[in-house]
């Protein structure tokens, strides 16, 4: 069974830091690459970061370089999303996906997704 779990969301003010962690069964593990997405009330999902099977290749959307760090344990199946310096834009609900092919930041080319986890930054 295919099964990505999110966790580590949370309320937190402007300025702070949260750390979420996806947790994925072996086959949807196994696939070619992970990545973070999130959507806000009203917007369409958008790409956050990616990151290759081995773990050498990664991506950021520009809105959050140099702020958030994605990284992932091979061995235990997880990927994460180190968020700081976080900002009230940022506010999303945050969804793990798991891919085979296709370019990172498109939607579509994920198979497996998780049920996501709320991130609200407050001012």
């Known amino acids: 069974q295919v099964q990505l779990v999110e966790s580590g969301g949370g309320l937190v003010q402007a300025g702070g830091s949260l750390r979420l962690s996806c947790a994925a069964s072996?086959?949807?593990?196994?696939?070619?690459?992970m990545g973070w997405f999130r959507q806000a009330p009203g917007k369409e999902r958008e790409f956050v970061a990616g990151?290759?099977?081995?773990?050498?290749?990664?991506d950021y959307a520009r809105s959050v370089k140099d702020r958030f760090t994605i990284s992932r344990d091979n061995a235990e199946n997880t990927v994460d999303l180190q968020m700081n310096s976080l900002k009230p834009e940022d506010t999303a609900v945050y969804y793990c996906?798991?891919?085979?092919?296709?370019?990172?930041?498109?939607?579509?080319?994920?198979?497996?997704w998780g049920q996501g986890t709320q991130v609200t930054v407050t001012l």
């Open positions: 996906a798991a891919g085979t092919k296709g370019m990172w930041a498109v939607a579509a080319n994920y198979d497996h």
């Open positions: 072996e086959r949807a593990f196994s696939v070619n690459f």
């Open positions: 990151i290759s099977r081995s773990g050498r290749t990664i």
